[in-house]
């Protein structure tokens, strides 16, 4: 049977409609009054054509009151008394009918568990049809038709009563069950709550697209000089991808696709480690930022290879998946680049990489609730940063982080700021640029509003600042921050930075696509780190849906 919807007060309601939720119907037609007196014979013997007058014969029985439910004696003697009108006897037993299902109630504890009765009295048939009780979890009963009968009631004065629609709420008498039943509801209103507030705390991934693209360049985010620049700089990344599916920041290396063909000024005064992971990470980032993954895009096959790559690398222990070698860096970009592939593509086949990866990211915390170079080791905000926005991408496809490892983060990134908040440090309070970028981006991640007096203060000092010329970790951050707060000056700032790549990008031999700027810790990376940086500088636009929308005291 085909479904409808509930009638009107009114209106017909077909036998075979099948309700959507769960209904119990019960055509009442005088059929069926009579039904509930005893049965045919005897609702023939009280309704006939024609009442005799006087008492009836002493041969014939005599007949039962019939309890209709009503409790009351009169309507009781009136079955008794052949002197009464049958449209009178009839008419008193279905408003009887009707006060017994009008109080009849059950308890409930949700709206989504109600029965709706339907009682519709129908007059003008000689025959009748009993709709069967149709369950919400059982399918449709076949109608049964009972025979016609021999005399039917009068019709007219049902006419007057029209239809009505009772509705009764259905019963559950087990309070585990009621319990269970408000968990739940109480459960699916704080998964919407959760998800409503995703894109304010998680940095929901964009629309990477060519559309999506396309739709950045259209709307002005983004300009068709700094698309060109972008395109440039993944082909040269592409070329400098090893046999192995990895990348490495040491362009020198002679195993490597380079040879020294790049002028590559690299220098790490403190000896920090440079790890693969890190340099394979990043470089996959930036092409994932341009929409291109292990499935789809002109550089899937270059994607495919870094992804397997990571998964080659990652040595399983009791603390989940390490990626570290040698720095939690490869470990927190590492965690970021699996993470993304697997909000874009779905793919399954990472869920278990991820889930270890980011196992061993939770687990690397340090008890003050930052993260250092080495698991456990003293913490920087600079770490810290890449271990969180790693986690927090992959919460967005339903891997389980500890509930304490946000709380203690944002703890922890409180004491680098100064007491206006306005300002961050690196694992002091003693405020830097490219840290205060970092920090401000934190506490969006941990769901501080644009509004909010020090964050409003720290955003406009960045956006006072401007880009810089040198430091592309700065500019990356402040680029994130002000685009997910949507804050007013963050086309300005874009705008002066994207025209800045596009004068200063290599345009000749084997340097070509690439950038490289003499930077303290820059320099450390070199030109591929450089070069990765300034590629999802340029995807900023489009990479991430902006955590506060397009409207507030910040937006244009």
Request: aromatic residues 8%; contains cysteine; charged residues 20%.
């Amino acid at each position: 049977m085909s479904s409808s919807p509930k009638p009107e007060s009114g209106a017909s309601l077909e036998s075979g409609a099948a309700p959507k939720r769960r209904y119990h119907r019960w055509k009442v037609t005088p059929q069926l009054a009579e039904e509930v007196l005893a049965d045919r014979a005897f609702a023939r013997r009280i309704v006939p054509e024609h009442l005799p007058s006087g008492p009836p014969p002493k041969s014939q029985e005599t007949i039962p009151a019939v309890d209709v439910g009503t409790g009351d004696s009169v309507s009781r003697g009136l079955l008794h008394d052949d002197r009464a009108p049958a449209w009178l006897i009839s008419m008193i037993i279905h408003m009887g009918l009707i006060l017994l299902f009008a109080f009849w109630t059950f308890s409930t504890d949700t709206a989504n568990r109600g029965v709706v009765l339907i009682m519709q009295l129908e007059s003008g048939t000689e025959s009748a049809a009993l709709v069967q009780i149709t369950p919400a979890n059982q399918e449709d009963l076949p109608l049964e038709e009972t025979a016609p009968l021999d005399t039917p009631l009068p019709r007219e004065p049902l006419n007057e009563l029209g239809s009505m629609v009772i509705e009764v709420p259905s019963p559950s008498s087990n309070p585990l069950e009621r319990a269970t039943v408000h968990e739940a509801a109480v459960r699916s209103e704080q998964d919407l709550m959760q998800k409503l507030l995703t894109p304010l705390s998680s940095g929901k991934l964009g629309d990477r697209s060519p559309e999506g693209r396309a739709g950045a360049l259209s709307q002005g985010e983004t300009s068709a000089g700094s698309e060109e620049s972008l395109e440039r700089a993944l082909r040269w990344l592409a070329e400098h991808q090893h046999n192995d599916g990895g990348w490495s920041f040491r362009l020198e290396d002679p195993n490597g696709p380079c040879h020294g063909q790049c002028d590559h000024l690299r220098e790490n005064p403190d000896d920090a480690p440079v790890p693969r992971t890190a340099a394979t990470g990043l470089c996959l980032l930036a092409f994932m930022g341009a929409g291109h993954t292990h499935q789809s895009g002109e550089y899937a096959e270059t994607v495919r290879r870094g992804l397997y790559f990571l998964r080659g690398h990652a040595n399983r222990t009791s603390r989940g998946y390490d990626l570290q070698t040698g720095s939690m860096y490869g470990q927190g970009i590492a965690a970021l680049a699996i993470a993304e592939a697997f909000v874009l593509t779905g793919d399954e086949e990472f869920r278990e990489l991820l889930e270890g990866t980011t196992m061993f990211c939770a687990s690397a915390q340090h008890t003050s609730g930052g993260w250092g170079y080495l698991p456990g080791g003293p913490p920087d905000i600079t770490l810290t940063a890449w271990q969180v926005i790693a986690l927090k991408t992959s919460q967005q496809k339903g891997i389980s982080i500890p509930t304490e490892v946000f709380p203690k983060a944002h703890a922890f990134v409180l004491t680098l700021a100064n007491e206006a908040q306005t300002r961050f440090g690196y694992k002091t309070p003693e405020p830097k640029l490219s840290t205060t970028a970092i920090g401000l981006l934190m506490q969006l991640y941990f769901g501080m509003l644009p509004g909010q007096t020090s964050l409003r203060e720290g955003l406009d000092w960045i956006a006072d600042q401007g880009p810089s010329e040198t430091n592309v970790y700065y500019n990356y951050y402040a680029m994130l921050a002000l685009h997910h707060s949507r804050h007013r000056e963050r086309m300005s700032f874009a705008r002066r930075l994207q025209e800045y790549l596009i004068k200063t990008q290599a345009s000749g031999g084997h340097e070509s696509g690439s950038w490289h700027f003499k930077d303290r810790y820059g320099s450390v990376g070199g030109r591929l780190y450089t070069t990765a940086m300034c590629a999802l500088i340029l995807e900023t636009p489009y990479r991430y849906v902006p955590m506060h929308g397009n409207s507030g005291a910040f937006s244009l």
